[in-house]
T-cell receptor, first 113, second 116 residues
Framework: AQKITQTQPGMFVQEKEAVTLDCTYD???????LFWYKQPSSGEMIFLIY??????QNATEGRYSLNFQKARKSANLVISASQLGDSAMYFC??????????FGSGTKLNVKP | DAGITQSPRHKVTETGTPVTLRCHQT?????MYWYRQDPGHGLRLIHY???????DKGEVSDGYSVSRSKTEDFLLTLESATSSQTSVYFC???????????????FGPGTRLTVT
């Protein structure tokens, strides 16, 4: 069964500090993709970062990096130097077989000034 | 921005009435998806399409049907709406042709549906 688990319903971080959002996944597919999306209070879904299951290096996109540990089936999102605009819901997602996507329940991040 | 629109953006309907939500894309992408978003559940896949007239069920497909007669349009129908179908519905598209692709999904703005 395909499943994404985000165990942190809500988190606080001080502005300018780094924060890690946890994501674990379960799949039997040999090849898959892992994604993180941001959903601000306005409601739109914004793509942040992608990691392929065969990628040897962790993905990075500006202040976002994905800490991919394949053996542990984890794909944590690290946001460096948090900004007030980072306050939002964050969803981890996995693309599996037949191009179906599976989403976690999300983590609400609050950045404190 | 990916060209995805959803209509209507907001709808209030009564239990037992049929409802159709429309997703329209201008990107000519192969894959289209319908999700519902509920607090504590994230996004859950209802149905998806991998081409014209090619559709398949997601994890919460009961009570929903879909149709795709043109590449650009993907319709979601609630045959007889129930209060449990009150939710925010998102359409998404993806150009992916294989599951090793890095293509992400692009999301529409969402439709807020309330069933009274």
């Amino acid at each position: 069964a395909q499943k994404i688990t985000q165990t942190q319903p809500g988190m606080f971080v001080q502005e300018k500090e780094a924060v890690t959002l946890d994501c674990t996944y379960d799949t039997s597919d040999p090849s898959y993709g892992l994604f993180w999306y941001k959903q601000p209070s306005s409601g739109e879904m914004i793509f942040l970062i992608y990691q392929g299951s065969y990628d040897q290096q962790n993905a990075t996109e500006g202040r976002y990096s994905l800490n991919f540990q394949k053996a542990r089936k984890s794909a944590n999102l690290v946001i460096s130097a948090s900004q007030l605009g980072d306050s939002a819901m964050y969803f981890c997602a996995m693309r599996g077989n037949f191009n179906k996507f599976y989403f976690g329940s999300g983590t609400k991040l609050n950045v404190k000034p | 921005d990916a060209g995805i629109t959803q209509s209507p953006r907001h709808k209030v309907t009564e239990t037992g009435t049929p409802v159709t939500l429309r997703c329209h894309q201008t990107e000519n992408h192969r894959y289209m998806y319908w999700y519902r978003q509920d607090p504590g559940h994230g996004l859950r896949l209802i149905h998806y399409s991998y081409g014209v007239k090619d559709t398949d069920k997601g994890e919460v497909s009961d009570g929903y049907s879909v149709s795709r007669s043109k590449t650009e349009d993907f319709l979601l129908t609630l045959e007889s709406a129930t209060s449990s179908q009150t939710s925010v519905y998102f359409c998404a598209i993806s150009p992916a042709t294989g599951y090793t692709d890095s293509y992400e999904q692009y999301f529409g703005p969402g439709t807020r549906l309330t069933v009274t």
